[in-house]
């Protein structure tokens, strides 16, 4: 049986936080605020994989709330995401996923982030696509006030 989940996330920029994207550093002069490392692909991608397995959200398995998830490396919640998923005896089929931000410019990043996330998911680069966008300097993406990220998961 193939089954479909979409994700989302959004975390407001801010001084003093590297950019973590993708599970990799990626150079700004601000970063993600959240409870981890605020990773909005990865987290828009756990959702996305959770969702098609009917297993509630990210926040539900690592609550903002827990002295065990703070500053937690994004790359572990989503390796454990795909270990939920496997006990339900589904695997991963594939990812198509779009950042939404002004800055910095995404695109020359793309080839490490999907070669990052290959390597914690166990899988192809090919079953993972990753597009950037900006939102054309509207709302609050354009003001640069956050950056945010959607993902849809097919898993079998």
Known sequence: MFRVG???????LVEGRK???GGIEIPHTMGLL????ADVLIHAICDAL???ANMRDIGYHFPDTSADTLDMDSKVILKKVIELIATKGYKFGNIDATVCAEHPKLNPHVPAMK?????????????ISIKATTTEKL???GREEGI???AVALIY
Do not use: N, P, R, W
Request: glycine share 14%; proline share 0%; hydrophobic share 40%.
């Open 6 to 12: 979409m994700g989302y996330d959004v975390h407001k």
């Open 50 to 52: 959770l969702g098609a």
């Open 34 to 37: 959240g409870h981890s490392d």
């Open 115 to 127: 070669a990052c996330l290959a390597e914690v998911m166990g899988c192809d680069e090919d079953q």
């Open 148 to 150: 945010s990220a959607y």
């Open 19 to 21: 950019l973590i994207l």
């Open 139 to 141: 709302g609050f993406t």
